[in-house]
Nanobody, 124 residues
Framework: QVPLVESGGGLVQAGGSLRLSCAAS????????MDWFRQAPGKEREFVAA????????YYAESVKGRFTISRDNAKNTVYLQMNSLKPDDTAVYYC?????????????????WGQGTQVTVSS
């Protein structure tokens, strides 16, 4: 298990920015790819962004491409999600998740652990 704790959520006006952080405990953080998901009220959880263990590759949902940036600092056991040009449709609870190397993104069994989530609310 890799305990994960998200932070950085809040209320922001449309067009604004937020940076989410996901801090991991333990010595194995760098072994995992890290993903961000979000879940809006009444909707299914959806993929937002992913980063490989080294940070060498990143992937984004089409809905956030060009606005969000995922990054990681393995020395600090932390992954970040910089969110710019926020829209009301970005309102959701955001979760980070640790995915085993080589495991398929979005498949439940791929994930070692999930954070508790952080609320992001974007007002119009």
């Amino acid at each position: 298990q890799v305990p994960l704790v998200e932070s950085g959520g809040g209320l922001v006006q449309a067009g604004g920015s937020l940076r989410l952080s996901c801090a991991a405990s333990g010595r194995t953080f760098s072994r995992y790819s890290m993903d961000w998901f979000r879940q809006a009220p009444g909707k299914e959880r959806e993929f937002v962004a992913a980063i490989t263990w080294s940070g060498g590759s990143t992937y984004y949902a089409e809905s956030v491409k060009g606005r969000f940036t995922i990054s990681r600092d393995n020395a600090k056991n932390t992954v970040y999600l910089q969110m710019n040009s926020l829209k009301p449709d970005d309102t959701a609870v955001y979760y980070c998740a640790a995915r085993r190397q080589g495991a398929m993104l979005g498949v439940a069994s791929s994930y070692e652990s999930w954070g508790q989530g952080t609320q992001v609310t974007v007002s119009s």
